[in-house]
């Protein structure tokens, strides 16, 4: 068989374009040719032409002239992958017609209400219908993609990239900076929205603010939600400091006595969760779908929205030193298993051969 050709297909997310950019390389590097279909900003910070890929700037867009362009970046391919519902929904109407099989990766699962969710629930249909295989990231996306009628629905977690060392302890500049000595540090991170359970997090800390010494907890991200946060943590006086973007997110993180996760299960893996585990620090967590597949044994479970469970398991963990050690060298262990690159890699390029040898003997 000739070279394969395939297009990769992004509507602009982070986390779905930082998959991409080893995905492609990884490809690259196999022999396959990539070309890589995206919003022109989304180059300018990912360098998809650095992997080997061509890029095509495309519109986000589902209009007539988004749609022609991304129909014309795949006339040649011989597999089509989308990452994401929307990218998905755009390249099924660029694809229609035509033969050429799509691969949609499904990361997340939008949380919405009312009419969006039913708008919601069609663009899911669409996507998952339009679609020769939806690769899913965690089983109950997997679920879903079947009872909106895919016809060949896979479990295929995604790699995630490597990170910082695992830490050999929790004093050192970070904790200085933070003002955290002689106290513990709990540390959460996120993009500060409505739905991410940094409300339940600030009802929480009213119990921490009750313990000797009072736990410094320590949000990291930007969001809509900042300015209200922020008025409850003054107007409560709550022991919590929202320390905004920051590029060394991973030190504080790193110095922590614990991180907290509560934006459940309508998500994608966070990176509270998987790089607190990757660095052996304790985890306690209010998640379900692919956090808790991520996760495994290895965090301390709290419900979603519960905070008189997470004040009472944050409380008992910072009174029980051998159980905040059990809980780090789970996280290692958990860790270590996870998928590689050219795990991923490789599932992928199996999947594009799977579909791409039928079409090659057609067109024979």
Known sequence: MSQLRTVQVLGGGAGSSAHVVSLAAGLVARGVQVTVC????????????????????????????????????CADADVVHAHGLHAAVRTGIALSGRSTPLVMTWRARARTEGARRRLLHLLERRAARAAAVVLGTSSDLVDRARRRGARDARLAPAAIPAGASPVTGRDGKARVELGAVGRPLLVSVGALLPHHGFGTLLDAARVWRELDPVPLLVIVGEGQERAALQRRITDEQLPVLLAGSRDDTVEILAAADLAVLTCGGEAPPPTTAHEALRLGVPLVAAMTGGPAELAGGAAEPVPPGDAEALARTVVQLLGDRE???????????????????DDTIAHVLSVYDELAQPLATVRR
């Open 38 to 73: 995206a919003p022109a900003g989304v180059d300018r910070s990912h360098d998809f032409p650095a992997t080997g890929a061509r890029f095509v700037a495309v519109p986000r867009r589902s209009d007539p002239a988004a749609v022609a362009a991304l129909r014309a970046a």
């Open 323 to 341: 159980q905040r050690e059990r809980l780090a060298a789970a996280g290692l262990v958990q860790a270590a298993g996870w998928p590689t690159e």
